[in-house]
């Protein structure tokens, strides 16, 4: 979720030497989305974060409401991590293209409780999370802290925009998965995902394509048949067309460089990746070099 704040919260105390330029507030884990400063809010659904606040204690539970979560990761950590190394080797970067996420300065914009951050810092790399429930972050930094990650990932309870403002070109990729949904704006998300972003960076994105089959699987499906997720966790009409996600980063100043459909079969379910883009699917672009 993404919203305008007066000051960066950190929600936990990990930090390297390459991070010492973020915020140093003590921790506030207390302040609530909707206590934020509405006069500057402007792109945050205050019932979006507090739906997602509530299942805080859910997160790291495999068999809970983040079930689905955590079976697609290593589906999308590794169309991550391919797309990482494709997009720094085309930008002849100094950056060693071969490692992957290894060694690479990573954002995750609306982390929830931390699954695919502490993924992505598994492999390597230096993740900052962002997200704007408290509860959540609270879970992430525990499961952080218990997993002995604090050398390499972060918890920060920031809105996007305003780290984009003081951290523009800090980052080598960026990562934005299911979250674009559950904004007012997603385009501005966009926008500060390409700031924030080194040349040549990467950005991942993820969201579920709007017609009337996605409606079918993705909330019908999902919500009230399979339950694989909590009702009214999706809102039709806040879905995002990938012409729009197109559009959205290319006026961001974004390159495409790949995208690809998750499927699941209810049957055998069993997740997988095909070209197919109907309903679940990621977009992977990339910052130019000049």
Same mark, same amino acid.
């Given at each position: ?19 010492? =330029?973020?915020?140093? @507030? ?27 606040? @509530? ?8 068999? #809970? ?82 997993? @002995? ?35 007012? =704006? ?74 690809? #459909? ?29």
């Amino acid at each position: 979720m993404s919203q305008a704040s007066s000051s960066a919260q950190p929600v936990n105390n990990q930090s390297n030497n390459d991070s010492n =330029d973020y915020a140093n @507030n003590e921790p506030d884990t207390n302040t609530a989305a909707s206590d934020f400063n509405q006069n500057t809010a402007i792109n945050v659904d205050a019932s979006e974060v507090e739906k997602f606040n @509530n299942l805080a204690s859910e997160w790291w539970n495999k068999t #809970g409401a983040f079930a689905t979560l955590h079976e697609i990761n290593p589906l999308r950590l590794n169309w991550i991590e391919e797309n990482v190394k494709r997009g720094f080797m085309s930008a002849d970067s100094s950056k060693t293209a071969e490692m992957g996420l290894a060694a690479k300065k990573v954002l995750d914009v609306g982390c929830g409780g931390g699954i695919l951050a502490e993924s992505m810092a598994r492999r390597g790399a230096d993740v900052t999370g962002i997200d704007l429930g408290t509860e959540n972050l609270k879970a992430a930094a525990l499961h952080a802290e218990q997993s @002995n990650l604090d050398d390499t990932l972060r918890y920060q309870h920031i809105p996007i925009e305003q780290l984009a403002a003081t951290h523009a070109g800090q980052f080598d990729v960026v990562t934005c998965m299911e979250m674009l949904e559950h904004v007012p =704006d997603p385009a501005a998300i966009v926008e500060a995902c390409f700031t924030l972003l080194v040349p040549g960076g990467i950005c991942v994105l993820s969201t579920i394509n709007r017609n009337p089959k996605s409606y079918l699987f993705a909330i019908v499906g999902a919500e009230y048949v399979l339950r694989l997720l909590d009702r009214g966790t999706h809102d039709y009409a806040k879905f995002i067309t990938p012409a729009e996600l197109d559009k959205m980063a290319i006026t961001a100043g974004f390159t495409r460089q790949d995208i690809i #459909g998750l499927h699941y079969n209810p049957l055998t379910k069993r997740y997988w990746l095909a070209q197919n883009v109907d309903v679940n699917y990621m977009m992977a672009v990339q910052k130019p070099l000049a």
